[in-house]
Every structure is written in structure tokens, then in C-alpha cells.
């Protein structure tokens, strides 16, 4: 992995840790994950951590954006999320001893911090509350799981589909020069499809679908909306 390091960023100013588990640290333990922790840049493509690896320690998002990949026995992948500034990665096989069950990769330039197992220990006998929050965290991932399984059973493909664009313009997105809301969507359309669980060609015909609709106008990875109210509602954000 070739990454490059970044000392000038401080833990107790970081922008994204008022949404990570260290939130609790004191001024003393957020200085001593300040000298422990390796900030680097990865570039697009590149994994921070392997499927089947085993976990020395975790992996603290700063900017940009991860995605966790799963390599199936026959050979295949599937992206099953993507995980933004503010999300520790790796934290589950850390603390379960076990090793990654997938594979974490940078979709675009992103800002990481890996913390080492000694230093995390170390942290987490000192602050309960630190371990309280990586508790809450599985809690919050596991009914994140369970939520996507019950919408892939009651909502249609254009549902999901509509959701996961709001999601990404929730995250990142921007007014166009004509003041339309827009998103640039950081992965692949073949990406898109896994996560909803449908082949590019079903993504191909609902992308039509939903433009022929005057929902959403389409081009290369900009998502313009054209219809939000209409969106949210065939999303299933409002009842």
C-alpha cells in the first residue's frame, strides 16, 4: 500500500471525531492516540486492510470514503456498503480476534488513521466509554443490517435504488450552477448493482426508468434530482 504520512493533524481537532468512539477521550488520552496513531492518504483502488488478514489494530476515517468488499469461494465480489469521515473501520475483527471478513478499499482519495492494537487496548482499559461506544457501534451496524435485509423484502429495486442516491447526496452532496441538488456518485455502476443486489442490466433499464420519470436526470456518475419530494417519498425516507 503506498501511502504517504500526515503529521500535522491532531486528533483533538480532527473534524470527524465529535462522530467516532473517541469522542470520550480526555485531553491526556486523546494526546496519547495523537502520538500513536499513522495518518496516511490512500489512493482510489488501494486496500487499507484484507479479507482473511488478521487485524492489527483499527482504521479511523478521516475524509473520503471506504468500501467493503466481500470475495465470495467461487471467485466473485460484492460491495456491501461504503463507510465515510467519521466511521472506524476494522474495529469488529479487532475486537473479536478473528480476521477481516472482508476487505476495506478507498473508492476515492481518502484520509485514513490506523491505530495499533496496543495503543486501542491500552485506550479501552483506561476509558470504559470508549468500549461503550464501540458497543453502540456493532449495535448500530447490526440494525443497519437488518434494515437493508427488510427493505430488499418490502421495497422494489426503484425504491433502493432511489434510497442509496439519497444516502450518497445525504454524504456529499452539492447545488449544480442552477441551483439543482446533485451528487457525484463515488462508485461504479457495476458497484451500484451489487449493492442493491440486481444485475447492471436491471440498473441500466431502472437509471432510464427513474429519468423517463423526470425523478432524476443522469450523467456518467452526476446525479442531478429533478423531482426531491418525489424522491423521498418513492424512497421510503417519508411516509
Known amino acids: 500500500m503506498t501511502t504517504n504520512r500526515l503529521g500535522h493533524n491532531s486528533c483533538a481537532t480532527c473534524p470527524s471525531r465529535h462522530t467516532t468512539e473517541w469522542r470520550d477521550l480526555n485531553k491526556v488520552e486523546l494526546a496519547s492516540l495523537d502520538h500513536a496513531k499513522k495518518t496516511t492518504t490512500i489512493a482510489p483502488g488501494t486496500n487499507i486492510y484484507r479479507q482473511g488478514d488478521q487485524p492489527e489494530g483499527v482504521f479511523c476515517i478521516q475524509s473520503g470514503l471506504i468500501g467493503l468488499r466481500r470475495l465470495e469461494e467461487n471467485g466473485s465480489?460484492?460491495?456491501?456498503?461504503?463507510?465515510?469521515?467519521?466511521?472506524?473501520?476494522?474495529?469488529?475483527?479487532?475486537?473479536?480476534?478473528?480476521?477481516?471478513?472482508?476487505?476495506?478499499?478507498?473508492?476515492?482519495?481518502?484520509?485514513?488513521?490506523?491505530?495499533?492494537?496496543?495503543?486501542?487496548?491500552?485506550?479501552?482499559?483506561?476509558?470504559?466509554?470508549?468500549?461503550?461506544?464501540?458497543?453502540?457501534?456493532?449495535?448500530?451496524?447490526?440494525?443497519e443490517l437488518e434494515e437493508n435485509y427488510s427493505k430488499s423484502l418490502a421495497l422494489g429495486v426503484k425504491s433502493r435504488f432511489l434510497h442509496l442516491m439519497m444516502v450518497y447526496y445525504q454524504q456529499s452532496g452539492f447545488l449544480d450552477s442552477g441551483g439543482n441538488p446533485s451528487v457525484d456518485i463515488p462508485i461504479a455502476r457495476i458497484d451500484m448493482a451489487e449493492m442493491l443486489g440486481i444485475q447492471p442490466e436491471s440498473l441500466s433499464r431502472m437509471i432510464r426508468k427513474v429519468q423517463g420519470e423526470g425523478l432524476m436526470k443522469i450523467k456518467d456518475r452526476r446525479v442531478t434530482i429533478t423531482n426531491m419530494d418525489d424522491v423521498l417519498s418513492e424512497a421510503g425516507i417519508f411516509e
Open 77 to 143: 465480489s460484492a460491495l456491501l456498503k461504503t463507510c465515510s469521515g467519521g466511521t472506524t473501520a476494522g474495529y469488529m475483527a479487532f475486537l473479536s480476534k478473528e480476521p477481516y471478513s472482508n476487505s476495506a478499499e478507498a473508492l476515492v482519495p481518502s484520509e485514513v488513521c490506523f491505530i495499533e492494537s496496543a495503543s486501542v487496548s491500552k485506550l479501552l482499559a483506561e476509558n470504559p466509554k470508549l468500549g461503550e461506544r464501540f458497543l453502540q457501534h456493532s449495535i448500530a451496524d447490526l440494525k
